[in-house]
């Protein structure tokens, strides 16, 4: 299927690794222009580097630390400036610190606010009007299986991610008409170093191994395994295809089944 994605110009945050990488790498091969970028220069290089070469396709990177205006701006400015627009916006930020509520003073949920909400919304600030004037957008929050089934331990992440999620319901409405979609993609436990980490937090926080609870976690998926980025990739892929002008508004997971909800 030809996802009508070649000629289109897309920004990718916290593209480095991970989800965001995965995200990067299968637009790219799409044949879509990017600008990708992430806090650690290094990585980002490597990443712009690799996907370059994989794709043939022009791949550009700004270090910027979305949890910052200037970050923010850094990279709304770098792919303006590189590819002119910006069709296919991703916000995708790394996930805030795990633990109880007791865990987060305000200045944590300050921080998390910045990152995981502002980041969103500020960007789309930034790419709204030219996506509707040009009658074309696409714009894909990458958030979590938390805003339909909050996860243990991560206080921080189920409430802010839940709030980009009714931003992002709300804006689909208002944009529609112009052409342009707003969904969410919530990723599962996919084999990522997020997961990892919180794996680890979760094997201190109760005197067990890390081993351990992945395959308690891995018990708990109908399909008995981690998802792979590249697969929670594909479908960001298509929500940012010509195929999917007709779908906006949705909260769409790439869990294996870990959801129990019926929507």
Same mark, same amino acid.
């Given at each position: 299927?030809?996802?009508?994605?070649?000629?289109?110009?897309?920004?990718?945050?916290?593209?480095?690794?991970?989800?965001?990488?995965?995200?990067?790498?299968?637009?790219?091969?799409?044949?879509?222009?990017?600008?990708?970028?992430?806090?650690?220069?290094?990585?980002?290089? /490597?990443?712009?580097?690799?996907?370059? #070469?994989?794709?043939?396709? #022009?791949?550009?990177?700004?270090? *910027?630390?979305? *949890?910052?205006?200037?970050?923010?701006?850094?990279?709304? /400015?770098?792919?303006?400036?590189?590819?002119?627009?910006?069709?296919?916006?991703?916000?995708?930020?790394?996930?805030?610190?795990?633990?109880?509520?007791?865990?987060?003073?305000?200045?944590?949920?300050?921080?998390?606010? #910045?990152?995981?909400?502002?980041?969103?919304?500020?960007?789309?600030?930034?790419?709204?009007?030219?996506?509707?004037?040009? /009658?074309?957008?696409?714009?894909?929050?990458?958030?979590?299986?938390?805003?339909?089934?909050?996860?243990?331990?991560?206080?921080?992440?189920?409430?802010?991610?839940? *709030?980009?999620?009714?931003?992002?319901?709300?804006?689909?409405?208002?944009?529609?008409? +112009?052409?342009?979609?707003?969904?969410?993609?919530?990723?599962? +436990?996919?084999?990522?170093?997020?997961?990892?980490?919180?794996?680890?937090?979760?094997?201190?926080?109760?005197?067990?191994?890390?081993?351990?609870?992945?395959?308690?976690?891995?018990? /708990?998926?109908?399909?008995?395994?981690?998802? #792979?980025?590249?697969?929670?990739?594909?479908?960001?892929?298509?929500?940012?295809?010509?195929?999917?002008? +007709?779908?906006?508004?949705?909260?769409?997971?790439?869990?294996?089944?870990?959801?129990?909800?019926?929507?």
């Amino acid at each position: 299927m030809d996802l009508g994605l070649r000629g289109k110009a897309a920004l990718v945050t916290a593209a480095s690794r991970g989800l965001g990488r995965a995200i990067a790498e299968t637009l790219a091969a799409e044949g879509a222009s990017l600008v990708i970028c992430a806090r650690g220069a290094d990585a980002l290089d /490597q990443a712009r580097a690799a996907i370059a #070469e994989r794709t043939g396709v #022009e791949v550009d990177s700004i270090v *910027a630390d979305l *949890a910052t205006e200037d970050g923010i701006a850094r990279a709304w /400015q770098h792919a303006r400036d590189r590819l002119g627009r910006v069709d296919v916006l991703v916000t995708n930020a790394g996930g805030p610190p795990s633990g109880p509520f007791e865990n987060h003073d305000w200045s944590a949920w300050q921080h998390a606010v #910045e990152l995981t909400l502002r980041s969103a919304v500020e960007l789309t600030r930034l790419v709204l009007p030219g996506m509707k004037e040009r /009658q074309w957008g696409r714009i894909l929050n990458v958030t979590s299986i938390a805003v339909k089934q909050p996860v243990d331990g991560l206080m921080l992440s189920n409430s802010l991610r839940a *709030a980009v999620t009714g931003f992002a319901r709300t804006l689909a409405n208002e944009v529609a008409r +112009y052409g342009v979609t707003v969904n969410n993609i919530l990723p599962g +436990y996919t084999r990522t170093e997020r997961v990892e980490q919180l794996n680890a937090a979760t094997a201190a926080r109760e005197g067990i191994s890390a081993e351990e609870v992945s395959r308690r976690i891995e018990a /708990q998926i109908p399909m008995r395994r981690l998802g #792979e980025p590249h697969e929670f990739a594909a479908l960001a892929a298509f929500l940012a295809s010509e195929q999917a002008a +007709y779908i906006t508004g949705q909260s769409i997971a790439v869990d294996g089944g870990w959801i129990r909800a019926l929507l």
